[in-house]
């Protein structure tokens, strides 16, 4: 999957940090002392011209019974492992691994991040991947009712494992049934829906 225009080269913004931070550097430096240790820098975000496209790696197993003339059903199997993943780094992600992005501390005149010209860099970046796992269910079921004719569908998917993770070096982190800063990582999800119609 290519990255959007609107991701390669969308307009850069600053914007203050919500909350304290510690100066990664500075703060163990400086231990206990507000100068370094409760900050509040400007962050910076926005397009990225150097992202790459993501990519995946995937398998799928599945069967389709028709054991009548009115019913049918299908199971699929599926496994889907994406790297390269388009992602949004955020100030406090940056901070958090400093040392995987030492140039995305941008320090003003006298080396700190909260003075003119200090930043923190955030924005897009193609993170390592994550591996996701399930199985997808279907019901198909037709027939006659007076006059008319119904239909009956049912389409659904149950994600089994969601594991995700920002760097190569990172373990990763199961999301399934749970909520992330971005997603919410739904165990099952469906549609429905059924039909009836004459003439």
């Known amino acids: 999957r290519a990255p959007?225009?609107?991701?390669?080269?969308?307009?850069?913004?600053?914007?203050q940090i919500p909350g304290n931070v510690a100066d990664p550097v500075l703060c163990p430096q400086n231990p206990g002392n507000p100068v370094f240790c409760a900050i509040r820098p400007l962050g910076r975000s926005g397009g990225n011209p150097s992202l790459k496209p993501e990519t995946s790696k995937q398998w799928s197993f599945g069967f389709?019974?028709?054991?009548?003339?009115?019913?049918s059903a299908n199971v699929d199997l599926y496994e889907i492992e994406r790297t390269d993943r388009i992602y949004v780094?955020?100030?406090?992600?940056?901070?958090?691994?400093?040392?995987?992005?030492?140039?995305?501390?941008v320090r003003g005149a006298t080396g700190r991040l909260d003075e003119p010209g200090g930043y923190i860099r955030g924005g897009l970046v193609n993170a390592d991947g994550d591996i996701t796992r399930g199985v997808e269910v279907g019901v198909q079921a037709n027939g006659r009712l007076g006059p008319g004719k119904w239909r009956a569908n049912l389409d659904g998917t149950y994600v089994d494992s969601f594991r995700s993770r920002i760097?190569?070096?990172?373990?990763?982190?199961?999301?399934?049934?749970q909520w992330d800063v971005q997603d919410?990582?739904?165990?099952?999800?469906?549609s429905a829906s059924f039909t009836y119609t004459e003439g």
Do not use: C
């Open 4 to 15: 959007s225009f609107t991701q390669l080269n969308s307009p850069s913004s600053e914007s």
């Open 184 to 190: 919410l990582f739904v165990r099952w999800k469906h």
């Open 64 to 71: 389709v019974m028709s054991p009548t003339d009115w019913l």
């Open 167 to 177: 760097f190569a070096t990172q373990n990763y982190r199961e999301l399934a049934g």
């Open 89 to 105: 780094l955020t100030p406090q992600t940056v901070i958090a691994n400093f040392q995987t992005f030492p140039d995305n501390l």
